[in-house]
């Protein structure tokens, strides 16, 4: 069919981003909402952006969902996230959140 070599070459080469998991140092929940997706950084560039935010009273922090470049997606890698009063460390984590 029409495309198959080009789906072939998607699918060998994989995704470039990919949906993680984010955990954010301070306890910013109530300050964001998110009325679009917010840039995510590492070494003040960016690398994904930040679709969710929300304190979760069980793990009793602030956690997140973002997409990120593949190359940043490990679980650990620690990133910058624009928060509207700034720049806020968060860590990535593995989904689900347990």
């Known amino acids: 069919y029409i495309g198959k070599a080009a789906l ?32 995510v950084l590492h ?3 960016g690398v994904g952006t930040l679709s969710a935010v929300v304190y979760s009273h069980r793990l009793r922090r602030t956690i997140g969902l973002a997409q990120v470049d593949t190359a940043f997606a490990a679980r650990g890698t620690v990133v910058d996230v624009a928060a ?15």
């Open 84 to 98: 509207p009063t700034g720049l806020h460390r968060a860590t990535v984590s593995d989904l689900p959140f347990v």
């Open 43 to 45: 070494g003040g560039c």
């Open 8 to 39: 072939s070459r998607i699918a060998a080469a994989g995704p470039e981003r990919l949906l993680v998991g984010v955990t954010l140092a301070d306890d910013i929940a109530d300050l964001w909402p998110l009325p679009s997706r917010t840039a």
